[in-house]
Nanobody, 124 residues
Framework: QVQLVESGGGLVQAGGSLSLSCAAT????????MGWFRQAPGKERECVAT????????DYGDSVKGRFTISRDNAKNTLYLQMNSLEPEDTAVYYC?????????????????WGQGTQITVSS
């Protein structure tokens, strides 16, 4: 079983940047495609970005394309999300998740393990 621990959340002004990390306590980190999801109050959980096992393929939700970058360091068992040009609409709890699929999936139902979440608040 993979345990995932997010870090890096916080408060930032609109237009600013934040970086999230997700540490996996599992040496088989490379067996999993990874994703970042977010959920704002009163809204459904949405996929922000996904990355394949090797890191060679990435995909993004339409609302963050060109602003967010997902990456991974398999040697460190860590997933990252660099967020630039943040907007108040990006305010949400952000989760990392692991999927047994070869490539990432935009569907939350394809993910088997989830972190506890970290709050991102973007002020206007």
């Amino acid at each position: 079983q993979v345990q995932l621990v997010e870090s890096g959340g916080g408060l930032v002004q609109a237009g600013g940047s934040l970086s999230l990390s997700c540490a996996a306590t599992e040496r088989t980190f490379t067996y999993y495609a990874m994703g970042w999801f977010r959920q704002a109050p009163g809204k459904e959980r949405e996929c922000v970005a996904t990355i394949s096992r090797s890191g060679g393929r990435t995909d993004y939700g339409d609302s963050v394309k060109g602003r967010f970058t997902i990456s991974r360091d398999n040697a460190k068992n860590t997933l990252y999300l660099q967020m630039n040009s943040l907007e108040p609409e990006d305010t949400a709890v952000y989760y990392c998740a692991a999927s047994g699929k070869l490539s990432g999936s935009l569907s939350e139902y394809d993910y088997d393990y989830w972190g506890q979440g970290t709050q991102i608040t973007v002020s206007s």
